[in-house]
């Protein structure tokens, strides 16, 4: 089955302590993105890759992190989470970009205590 | 810079009334239009698209008009059912960019 998985699907964790979310997706797709959903701001990108090696910063990258060094894989690293990276965060990808159905994986909800 | 303005909701309607949901966009050039829904406790998933001006895009029985002199994407269906219950994303993609920016959503329900 085609899908863009995260993990964890939810983290409850305090401010300081590193974590990265994974994402995976197994449909071979060159572009992948993370966005952040916050209510009455719709979603956010924070950082993107066009294909392997090759990422650049999106609309809110201050405090992200992310790393392509397989097309399959974009985790998203947090050095020092917090409390206003508390969110709702999707991975995405597509075939070669934003002109593509994006393929969004299930969310990741992160509370910074 | 570039920016989408939904309509605030909740918009509460009966099953098989009209809907329109509001969309209206601020960008340079000439932006492609999506509308991307939501359903409860999944990822966003890609309704419907438009690349041009006067492009009609059109899914599962919705339809949006790309309207450049008004600058917007209005999200139109004549009969809402139940399972048409959602948050609706209208979202663009500025020329030249590979980004997309999402406005706020629009939480939709529709009750028996």
């Known amino acids: 089955e085609a899908q863009v998985t995260q993990n964890p699907r939810y983290l409850i964790t305090v401010t300081g302590k590193k974590l990265t979310v994974t994402c995976s997706q197994n449909?071979?797709?060159?572009?992948m993105s993370w966005y952040r959903q916050d209510p009455g701001l719709g979603l956010r990108q924070i950082y993107y890759?066009?294909?392997?090696?090759?990422?650049d910063k999106g609309d809110v990258p201050e405090g992200y992190k992310v790393s392509r060094k397989e097309k399959r894989n974009f985790p998203l690293i947090l050095e020092s989470p917090s409390p206003n990276q508390t969110s709702l965060y999707f991975c995405?990808?597509?075939?070669?970009?934003?002109?593509?159905?994006?393929?969004f994986g299930d969310g990741t909800r992160l509370s910074i205590l | 810079g570039n920016s989408v303005t939904q309509m605030e909701g909740p918009v509460t309607l009966s099953e098989e009334a009209f809907l329109t949901i509001n969309c209206t966009y601020t960008?340079?050039?000439?932006?492609?239009l999506f509308w991307y829904v939501q359903y409860p406790g999944e990822g966003l998933q890609l309704l419907l698209k438009?690349?041009?001006?006067?492009d009609k895009g059109s899914n599962k029985g919705f339809e949006a008009t790309y309207r450049k002199e008004t600058t917007s994407f209005h999200l139109e269906k004549g009969s809402v059912q139940v399972s048409d219950s959602a948050v609706y994303f209208c979202?663009?993609?500025?020329?030249?960019?590979?980004?997309?920016?999402f406005g706020a959503g629009t939480r939709l329900a529709v009750h028996p």
């Open positions: 890759s066009m294909n392997v090696e090759v990422t």
């Open positions: 438009a690349t041009k001006a006067v």
């Open positions: 960008a340079t050039g000439y932006p492609s």
């Open positions: 995405a990808s597509s075939v070669e970009g934003v002109d593509q159905p994006q393929h």
């Open positions: 979202a663009l993609k500025p020329s030249g960019y590979n980004k997309l920016i």
């Open positions: 449909m071979n797709h060159e572009y």
